[in-house]
């Protein structure tokens, strides 16, 4: 049987140290502060990007470089192996359509090679739960078909709910009006927003206050899991420069489902720009999105 690579985004927001010893190929998104440019290998601390965020710099997010995908997954071509590739939501990027264009191109050049691209409609840990998945199939004997299979049939029970402390953050990133984000501000409302279908995000709820907000994702979670209950790949929590809260999710989560498969992640500059600091979400599996 063909041995596959399984290669991903570095917006996964997966522990580098999994995906190094998993032997994952990871193609760099792109993000800039103040115009300034960051990714591949010229990073930010999660620290120094969130404090320029609460310094009102300006951030944005770009997508991965068509010219840096057609040079990873050639090299994989190269040494004969065929490709399996996660990738972050084709709703919320451009990427997905340069990684589909850089996947064409190869498979042209190297007749040989098949490379499967699995569009998760989803983001940070959504992506590795997804990754994870693969792994396992690829170290149980799987594969390149069986193990795509697999992480496709996944797809639609990907569950993303976060919740943002800063309103103003969704505003500029064009997610609410400047009105909503002032009067939301004033109130203290704090809005619960998922990744649907479609891999959009969408606002699926509001309560007052952060701890309500933390407790309302454990209630929507409760809601979803259905017969995944007990088929959980990972409980991620990921959060944007507030581990404290992440850490007080994640107990939450522990005491209503009593699950020790929790991974507690930082949000990366791909989501983290326009969630802002203080965000803070959860991922997992369930019957419906």
Request: charged share 20%; with cysteine; net charge negative.
């Amino acid at each position: 049987m063909k041995d596959f690579v399984i290669t991903t985004e570095s917006n996964s927001d997966m522990p580098k140290e999994f995906l190094e010893e998993n032997h994952i190929c990871v193609i760099p998104h792109y993000y800039s502060i103040d115009d300034q440019v960051y990714g591949d290998g010229n990073e930010l601390t999660i620290k120094e990007f969130y404090d320029a965020m609460r310094a009102r710099k300006k951030a944005a997010t770009m997508a991965s470089n068509p010219a840096v995908i057609l040079d990873k997954f050639t090299e994989i071509a190269q040494s004969g192996k065929d490709i399996l590739h996660i990738s972050f939501s084709s709703a919320l990027s451009g990427g997905y359509n340069n990684i589909m264009s850089g996947a064409a191109e190869v498979m042209e050049e190297f007749p040989g090679i098949k490379i499967n691209v699995v569009d998760t409609l989803s983001v940070s840990l959504g992506e590795g739960i997804l990754i994870k998945a693969a792994v396992d199939m690829q170290s149980q004997g799987k594969s390149l078909e069986e193990t795509t299979d697999y992480v496709q049939s996944l797809v639609p029970h990907l569950c993303v709910q976060f919740t943002v402390d800063d309103l103003n953050h969704l505003y500029r990133g064009g997610r609410l009006s400047k009105t909503t984000a002032i009067v939301g501000t004033l109130a203290n409302i704090k809005p619960i927003l998922y990744v649907d279908d479609q891999g959009k995000l969408v606002a699926l709820d509001k309560t007052r206050g952060r701890k309500k907000s933390l407790n309302l994702l454990v209630k929507n979670m409760a809601q979803r899991l259905g017969s995944f209950k007990d088929r959980q790949i990972f409980i991620g929590v990921v959060h944007g420069d507030c581990e404290e809260d992440a850490l007080y999710l994640a107990q939450l989560i522990r005491q209503e489902f009593g699950y020790d498969n929790i991974l507690i992640q930082p949000v990366g500059p791909s989501i983290g720009a326009h969630s802002g600091p203080g965000a803070i979400g959860v991922l997992f599996l369930g019957d419906h999105r």
